[in-house]
Protein backbone atom coordinates (compact mmCIF):
# COMPACT_ATOMS: atom_id res chain seq x y z
CA UNK A 1 0.00 0.00 0.00
CA UNK A 2 1.21 3.58 -1.09
CA UNK A 3 2.25 5.55 2.00
CA UNK A 4 0.03 8.34 0.87
CA UNK A 5 -3.04 6.54 0.92
CA UNK A 6 -2.72 5.77 4.50
CA UNK A 7 -3.85 9.21 6.01
CA UNK A 8 -6.74 9.48 3.44
CA UNK A 9 -7.97 6.07 5.04
CA UNK A 10 -7.16 7.88 8.24
CA UNK A 11 -8.67 10.95 7.56
CA UNK A 12 -11.88 9.03 5.36
CA UNK A 13 -12.50 6.51 8.37
CA UNK A 14 -12.92 9.55 11.40
CA UNK A 15 -15.35 11.16 8.81
CA UNK A 16 -17.57 7.86 8.28
CA UNK A 17 -17.39 7.84 12.27
CA UNK A 18 -18.18 11.45 12.79
CA UNK A 19 -21.00 11.46 10.30
CA UNK A 20 -22.23 7.73 11.43
CA UNK A 21 -22.33 8.99 15.39
CA UNK A 22 -24.00 12.33 14.58
CA UNK A 23 -26.63 10.93 12.20
CA UNK A 24 -27.30 8.17 15.40
CA UNK A 25 -27.13 11.07 17.70
CA UNK A 26 -29.80 13.23 15.87
CA UNK A 27 -32.02 10.73 14.93
CA UNK A 28 -32.53 9.67 18.30
CA UNK A 29 -32.45 13.08 19.83
CA UNK A 30 -35.41 13.91 17.46
CA UNK A 31 -37.37 10.92 18.79
CA UNK A 32 -37.16 11.76 21.78
CA UNK A 33 -38.10 15.38 21.32
CA UNK A 34 -41.06 14.28 19.48
CA UNK A 35 -41.95 12.20 22.78
CA UNK A 36 -41.26 15.00 25.08
CA UNK A 37 -43.88 17.52 22.64
CA UNK A 38 -46.19 14.68 22.61
CA UNK A 39 -46.01 14.64 26.33
CA UNK A 40 -46.52 18.42 26.72
CA UNK A 41 -49.68 18.11 24.59
CA UNK A 42 -51.23 15.66 26.81
CA UNK A 43 -50.60 18.40 29.62
CA UNK A 44 -52.36 20.55 27.75
CA UNK A 45 -55.59 18.74 27.15
CA UNK A 46 -55.51 17.93 30.82
CA UNK A 47 -55.12 21.32 31.95
CA UNK A 48 -57.56 23.01 28.69
CA UNK A 49 -60.20 20.06 29.88
CA UNK A 50 -59.73 21.76 33.53
CA UNK A 51 -60.66 25.37 31.76
CA UNK A 52 -63.84 24.03 30.19
CA UNK A 53 -64.86 22.36 33.09
CA UNK A 54 -64.03 26.13 35.14
CA UNK A 55 -66.07 28.20 32.67
CA UNK A 56 -69.30 25.44 33.10
CA UNK A 57 -69.16 25.82 36.60
CA UNK A 58 -69.06 29.47 36.79
CA UNK A 59 -71.93 29.56 34.31
CA UNK A 60 -73.27 27.44 36.72
CA UNK A 61 -72.67 29.38 39.98
CA UNK A 62 -73.68 32.63 38.46
CA UNK A 63 -77.57 31.24 38.60
CA UNK A 64 -77.20 31.62 42.19
CA UNK A 65 -78.39 35.55 42.43
CA UNK A 66 -76.64 36.50 45.48
CA UNK A 67 -72.97 34.57 45.18
CA UNK A 68 -70.60 36.75 45.81
CA UNK A 69 -69.57 38.59 42.80
CA UNK A 70 -65.67 38.90 43.91
CA UNK A 71 -65.83 35.09 44.14
CA UNK A 72 -66.46 34.65 40.80
CA UNK A 73 -64.52 37.33 39.22
CA UNK A 74 -61.27 35.78 41.14
CA UNK A 75 -61.78 32.51 39.11
CA UNK A 76 -62.85 34.30 35.66
CA UNK A 77 -59.18 36.29 35.88
CA UNK A 78 -57.05 33.44 37.03
CA UNK A 79 -58.75 31.36 34.61
CA UNK A 80 -58.26 33.53 31.87
CA UNK A 81 -54.38 33.94 32.80
CA UNK A 82 -53.88 30.59 32.80
CA UNK A 83 -55.25 30.34 29.36
CA UNK A 84 -52.84 33.33 28.06
CA UNK A 85 -49.56 31.41 28.70
CA UNK A 86 -48.89 29.50 25.49
CA UNK A 87 -45.52 27.36 25.26
CA UNK A 88 -43.49 25.56 22.63
CA UNK A 89 -42.04 22.28 24.37
CA UNK A 90 -38.96 22.63 21.78
CA UNK A 91 -37.90 25.79 23.34
CA UNK A 92 -39.21 25.68 26.96
CA UNK A 93 -37.48 27.47 29.31
CA UNK A 94 -37.52 26.95 33.23
CA UNK A 95 -39.02 30.53 33.58
CA UNK A 96 -41.94 29.71 31.36
CA UNK A 97 -42.50 26.61 32.53
CA UNK A 98 -42.26 28.35 36.48
CA UNK A 99 -44.86 31.04 35.14
CA UNK A 100 -47.11 28.49 33.49
CA UNK A 101 -47.07 26.73 37.29
CA UNK A 102 -47.74 30.07 38.69
CA UNK A 103 -50.91 31.20 37.06
CA UNK A 104 -52.00 27.24 37.21
CA UNK A 105 -51.15 27.40 40.71
CA UNK A 106 -53.84 30.59 40.94
CA UNK A 107 -56.04 29.49 39.17
CA UNK A 108 -56.35 26.19 41.87
CA UNK A 109 -56.08 28.61 44.69
CA UNK A 110 -59.16 30.62 43.55
CA UNK A 111 -61.19 27.07 42.32
CA UNK A 112 -60.24 26.29 45.86
CA UNK A 113 -61.97 29.44 47.58
CA UNK A 114 -65.28 28.89 45.19
CA UNK A 115 -65.82 25.74 46.38
CA UNK A 116 -65.15 26.66 50.10
CA UNK A 117 -68.39 29.59 49.33
CA UNK A 118 -70.30 27.34 47.84
CA UNK A 119 -70.78 25.89 51.29
CA UNK A 120 -73.40 28.84 52.01
CA UNK A 121 -75.69 28.53 49.06
CA UNK A 122 -78.06 25.46 49.46
CA UNK A 123 -79.36 25.24 46.20
CA UNK A 124 -76.06 25.41 44.93
CA UNK A 125 -75.44 22.13 47.24
CA UNK A 126 -77.89 20.13 45.53
CA UNK A 127 -77.45 21.12 41.84
CA UNK A 128 -77.24 18.46 39.83
CA UNK A 129 -74.85 20.31 37.18
CA UNK A 130 -72.67 21.53 40.14
CA UNK A 131 -71.95 18.40 41.62
CA UNK A 132 -71.33 16.40 38.32
CA UNK A 133 -69.17 19.73 37.30
CA UNK A 134 -67.14 19.10 40.69
CA UNK A 135 -66.96 15.38 40.57
CA UNK A 136 -65.38 15.96 36.83
CA UNK A 137 -62.99 18.51 38.23
CA UNK A 138 -61.52 16.01 40.95
CA UNK A 139 -60.99 13.48 37.91
CA UNK A 140 -59.12 16.04 36.11
CA UNK A 141 -56.76 17.10 38.72
CA UNK A 142 -55.44 13.87 38.79
CA UNK A 143 -55.61 13.75 34.83
CA UNK A 144 -53.81 16.54 34.87
CA UNK A 145 -50.85 15.32 38.08
CA UNK A 146 -50.66 12.44 35.28
CA UNK A 147 -50.12 14.43 32.51
CA UNK A 148 -47.27 16.14 34.04
CA UNK A 149 -45.75 12.91 35.56
CA UNK A 150 -45.54 11.66 32.20
CA UNK A 151 -43.93 14.88 30.67
CA UNK A 152 -41.14 14.65 33.51
CA UNK A 153 -40.48 10.46 32.38
CA UNK A 154 -40.33 11.99 28.63
CA UNK A 155 -37.92 14.98 29.57
CA UNK A 156 -35.45 12.31 31.74
CA UNK A 157 -34.20 10.36 28.50
CA UNK A 158 -34.26 13.61 26.28
CA UNK A 159 -31.76 15.34 28.76
CA UNK A 160 -29.56 12.08 29.23
CA UNK A 161 -29.34 11.76 25.49
CA UNK A 162 -28.13 15.28 24.79
CA UNK A 163 -26.42 16.25 27.75
CA UNK A 164 -24.09 13.14 28.70
CA UNK A 165 -20.74 13.13 27.13
CA UNK A 166 -19.75 12.80 24.01
CA UNK A 167 -23.70 13.65 22.83
CA UNK A 168 -23.07 17.13 24.12
CA UNK A 169 -20.79 18.22 21.44
CA UNK A 170 -23.66 17.02 18.98
CA UNK A 171 -26.04 18.72 20.91
CA UNK A 172 -24.23 21.86 20.50
CA UNK A 173 -23.88 21.83 16.76
CA UNK A 174 -27.16 20.45 16.11
CA UNK A 175 -28.87 23.17 18.59
CA UNK A 176 -30.57 20.38 21.16
CA UNK A 177 -30.52 21.62 24.72
CA UNK A 178 -31.90 20.38 28.21
CA UNK A 179 -35.15 20.97 29.08
CA UNK A 180 -36.67 21.75 32.29
CA UNK A 181 -38.98 19.52 34.38
CA UNK A 182 -42.20 20.38 35.63
CA UNK A 183 -41.75 21.41 39.47
CA UNK A 184 -45.03 21.72 41.76
CA UNK A 185 -45.65 25.18 42.93
CA UNK A 186 -45.16 25.66 46.62
CA UNK A 187 -48.27 24.04 48.55
CA UNK A 188 -49.01 22.28 46.14
CA UNK A 189 -48.22 18.76 47.08
CA UNK A 190 -51.58 17.62 46.41
CA UNK A 191 -54.25 18.38 43.81
CA UNK A 192 -56.85 20.81 45.08
CA UNK A 193 -59.59 19.11 47.50
CA UNK A 194 -62.98 19.91 45.16
CA UNK A 195 -64.76 16.72 47.56
CA UNK A 196 -65.99 19.12 50.68
CA UNK A 197 -68.36 17.53 52.81
CA UNK A 198 -71.42 20.15 52.26
CA UNK A 199 -73.55 18.66 55.13
CA UNK A 200 -71.28 20.01 57.47
CA UNK A 201 -72.03 24.00 58.02
CA UNK A 202 -68.78 26.23 58.60
Known amino acids: MKKWLVPLLVVGAVVLYAFSSGKGFYNTAV ?117 RTRFNEAIKPYNNHVKKFPNNFFAGWFGFEGKPYFDAEPGAEKAPDVNFDFGNKK
Request: without cysteine.
Open 31 to 147: QLNENVSESWGNVQTAYQRRNDLIGNLVKTVQGAADFEKSTLEAVINARAKATSINIDPSKVTPEQLAQFNQVQGGLSGALKSLLVTVERYPDLKTNQNFLKLQDELASTENQILTA
